[in-house]
């Protein structure tokens, strides 16, 4: 157990549908992650947060957005889906911005129909 | 710019042989690296660090890397292979400032498969 906690674990929703997936870090950590896995992109880094604050970005389509929270858990928002948007969606947070390792949830399954 | 490279997608081996899987990375400056294990469907685990201390570093479920500057490499070993080392398996360095990557910068993985 990683310390990471991600619900919920499988989300199934049709497209055009709108789905928030959650991330509580471990005690401790200010940094948050998230990433999309699919078996044809493999492993996709989207946003990054830091003590609140966006700390970089990197392929997060316009209809995701996310946000971390004054108690430092987050929400990556999911609007419009489509089918190519089911994927696997890690959390990992640590404990700093950089030069240190992530610790990953278990993830959240979407499936889009 | 920091970059990783794994240098096998898959590789296969028998239950009871070693296991080498390759990294290389490009870094400006000393690195932060590490090795992380998914299973199936499963998160991905942190299986060893390297932070600018010992260059030999051991991990978790017998694996070790060494850290070789002068071949900007950190591959990971494992004297003998178990059914349950097959995995996928990422090296990842991580910087200082963010970007489209992130402060965590992975390779692309290597698949293990591992025959009785």
């Known amino acids: 157990d990683s310390g990471v906690t991600q619900t919920p674990k499988h989300l199934i929703t049709a497209t055009g549908q709108r789905v928030t997936l959650r991330c509580s870090p471990r005690?401790?950590?200010?940094?948050v992650y998230w990433y999309q896995q699919s078996l044809d992109q493999g492993l996709q880094f989207l946003i990054q947060y830091y003590n609140g604050e966006e700390r970089a970005k990197g392929n997060i389509l316009e209809r995701f957005s996310a946000q971390q929270f004054p108690d430092l858990h987050s929400e990556l928002n999911l609007s419009s889906l489509e089918l190519g948007d089911s994927a696997l969606y890690f959390c990992?947070?640590?404990?700093?911005?950089?030069?240190?390792?992530?610790?990953f949830g278990q993830g959240t399954r979407l499936t889009v129909v | 710019a920091q970059s990783v490279t794994q240098l096998d997608s898959h590789v296969s081996v028998s239950e009871g042989t070693p296991v080498l899987l390759r990294c290389n990375y490009s870094?400006?400056?000393?690195?932060?690296l590490f090795w992380y294990v998914q299973h199936p469907n499963k998160g991905l685990q942190l299986l060893l660090k390297?932070?600018?201390?010992?260059?030999l570093v051991k991990g978790i479920n017998g694996f070790e890397a060494e850290f070789k500057k002068s071949e900007t490499s950190f591959h990971l070993t494992k004297p003998s292979a178990h059914m349950s080392d097959a995995a996928e398996y990422f090296c990842?360095?991580?910087?200082?400032?963010?970007?489209?990557?992130?402060?965590?910068?992975f390779g692309k993985g290597t698949k293990l498969s591992v025959k009785p």
């Open positions: 390297y932070t600018s201390a010992a260059t």
């Open positions: 870094s400006s400056y000393s690195p932060s």
């Open positions: 990992a947070s640590s404990v700093a911005s950089r030069n240190t390792e992530a610790f």
């Open positions: 005690s401790g950590d200010l940094s």
């Open positions: 990842v360095v991580s910087h200082s400032y963010g970007g489209s990557q992130g402060n965590l910068i």
